[in-house]
């Protein structure tokens, strides 16, 4: 088991339309019952800001939320994350352990959500494991609500024969696009504040923006790596930072 862990570390988030919007399907989505979903979107669009956000916005005594990240986990290690979750003692075998989780999971007062990040990681075997795990009684709905987030690969990765199963049972599907143009200013002043925000004029900020694709993380380190290019209280300007955006790595 690579990382596992109840919450997704905190970050301030800048709540961008489409951000608010995934944000609101969800949250609208989770009290009509189990489903599978899927979020996809660009590394640093905020996929798991908005996990940590509807954690944070649910009903503690009714939804219990397990956060799960991780690289390369077995099937089997999905199912005794699951029991460990619960408190449940590992059986001797993988199945008698995914049994008793079941048990478990249908006597439980709440509902249980399952956020699996970084989910395009996963082999195809754990992926499948989690739709086991959810549908282990044949005769009724999922006993758990799954929720998956990773890099916009991992919607095709679902087409794959073996997996289509899965796919099909995905009732929500959404994506982080990222900034819209009319919402690059005020992010900036949410996340330099209105003295360095203020230095970055127009052509600059247009600049920046196709640079970084829109995608929230990438726009505030290429601003910063452009601000130091200036001494401190200069206004930016298209000569003083070109060789900043054009050797610019965002990795």
Request: charged letters at 25%.
């Amino acid at each position: 088991m690579a990382h596992a862990k109840n919450t997704p570390a905190k970050k301030n988030a800048f709540v961008y339309s489409d951000f608010d919007d995934a944000k609101h399907r969800i949250l609208k989505t989770i009290p009509l019952g189990p489903f599978y979903g899927l979020l996809t979107g660009a590394s640093g669009t905020g996929k798991t800001t908005l996990l940590r956000e509807v954690a944070a916005s649910l009903d503690r005594h009714r939804f219990q939320v397990h956060y799960l990240a991780q690289s390369h986990a077995s099937s089997a290690g999905l199912g005794r994350f699951l029991a460990e979750t619960l408190h449940l003692t590992p059986r001797r075998s993988h199945t008698e352990t995914l049994r008793a989780v079941a048990q478990a999971l249908r006597a439980l007062p709440f509902r249980i959500l399952l956020f699996v990040d970084e989910a395009h990681m996963l082999p195809d075997e754990a992926l499948q494991e989690v739709r086991l795990l959810a549908e282990s009684e044949l005769d009724s709905p999922p006993l758990f609500t799954v929720f998956f987030s990773g890099l916009p690969e991992l919607k095709g990765r679902l087409e794959v024969p073996a997996l289509f199963p899965l796919k099909r049972r995905i009732s929500l599907y959404l994506s982080l696009s990222g900034l819209k143009k009319d919402e690059l200013t005020p992010f900036l002043l949410s996340r330099l504040g209105e003295a360095q925000a203020g230095r970055i004029g127009p052509e600059v900020l247009s600049a920046i923006f196709e640079r970084a694709r829109g995608i929230p993380a990438m726009v505030e380190s290429l601003s910063k790596r452009c601000l130091e290019e200036i001494p401190e209280g200069e206004p930016l300007g298209m000569d003083a930072i070109s060789e900043a955006l054009e050797s610019w790595d965002p990795q």
